[in-house]
């Protein structure tokens, strides 16, 4: 009957402290140790309370993250810091908006990345984000640069080609301000020869690019070649096939191909493939 009684009385007991724990304790064990929020870090670890976080006050994982948290290198882990790092833990699959990473990086607050407050990938790829190669990553540099790595078949579009190249903003592009696949394909693109693309031509490269199969109508290449703008081209003015071919297209030769010629040159590819077909 003495062990009978022990046994209810243990179990009384047993019932009562679960009884009295709070339901939120309950449902913090439950979701297995949520992270405390960016405000109660600081709560608890900013011991002298001046608004931010020292690596002597950082404790566990954020004094072993430290250097990746504090994202401007001050020796200092803020409240802005500290919801950035939150808000990559919960999607690590997203990266910081072009925002973020100013805002984390940019130490001297002058709205823009020096190699020497780049860090991690943005360090390793820091000459191809900084479009102007002025030494200093922009805003618009990184939302461009995230617009593209979103969509990996985009290409930028003759404005952005120009926004982020024309060092000079003269409106054109000169070989010395030509970066990567623009500057292999200068030539080609510069179809005036002139030393410089302006947005026009990179227009028509841009439409040609898009269909390879398409080729310029007659007015794209009088305003492409006709350097001296006398509504014809001359020998000197014709590139490419043109060049070639000029001796078929100048029909009245008279040493230039003019708007009337291109309308009525023949056009051999394209027959040759209809007799393929």
């Known amino acids: 009957m003495k062990k009978l009684l022990i046994t209810a009385t243990f179990i009384f007991l047993t019932l009562t402290v679960v009884a009295n724990v709070p339901l939120a304790s309950l449902e913090l064990e439950a979701t297995t140790h949520p992270h405390p929020n960016p405000e109660e870090v600081i709560s608890r670890l900013d011991t002298d309370k001046d608004g931010k976080i020292s690596k002597e006050e950082a404790k566990g994982p954020l004094l072993k993250n430290f250097a ?14 500290l919801k950035v790092a939150a808000a990559l ?25 020096s190699k020497e407050e780049a860090k991690g990938l943005l360090l390793k790829n820091f000459a191809r984000v900084d479009a102007n190669n002025d030494g200093l990553i922009s805003l618009e540099e ?4 995230a617009e593209l790595r979103g969509d990996k078949s985009r290409r930028p579009n003759p404005d952005e080609v120009i926004s982020r190249l024309d060092t000079d903003k003269d409106g054109k592009i000169s070989k010395e301000e030509a970066k990567g696949p623009l500057l292999k394909n200068f030539a080609k693109v510069d179809a005036d020869n ?12 841009a439409e040609l690019r898009g269909d390879k199969s398409r080729r310029p109508n ?9 350097t001296d703008k006398d509504g014809k081209i001359s020998k000197e003015e014709a590139k490419g096939p043109l060049l070639k071919n000029f001796a078929r297209v100048d029909t ?22 209809a007799k393929r077909k």
């Not at 990184?142 to 640069?145: D, G, H, P, R």
């Open 218 to 226: 007659p007015d794209e290449v009088i305003s492409s070649l006709d």
């Open 252 to 273: 009245n030769k008279d040493g230039y191909a003019t708007l009337e010629e291109l309308k009525n040159a023949p056009k051999s590819g394209r027959k040759n493939r």
């Open 194 to 205: 002139d030393g410089f693309i302006n947005l026009e031509e990179l227009k028509v490269a």
């Open 89 to 113: 833990r919960r999607d690590r699959s997203r990266r910081p908006n072009p925002e973020e990473v100013i805002s984390r990086l940019d130490a001297d607050k002058d709205g823009k990345i």
């Open 68 to 81: 990746r948290v504090d994202a401007d290198t001050d020796g200092f882990i803020s409240l802005e810091e």
């Open 142 to 145: 990184l939302k461009v640069a």
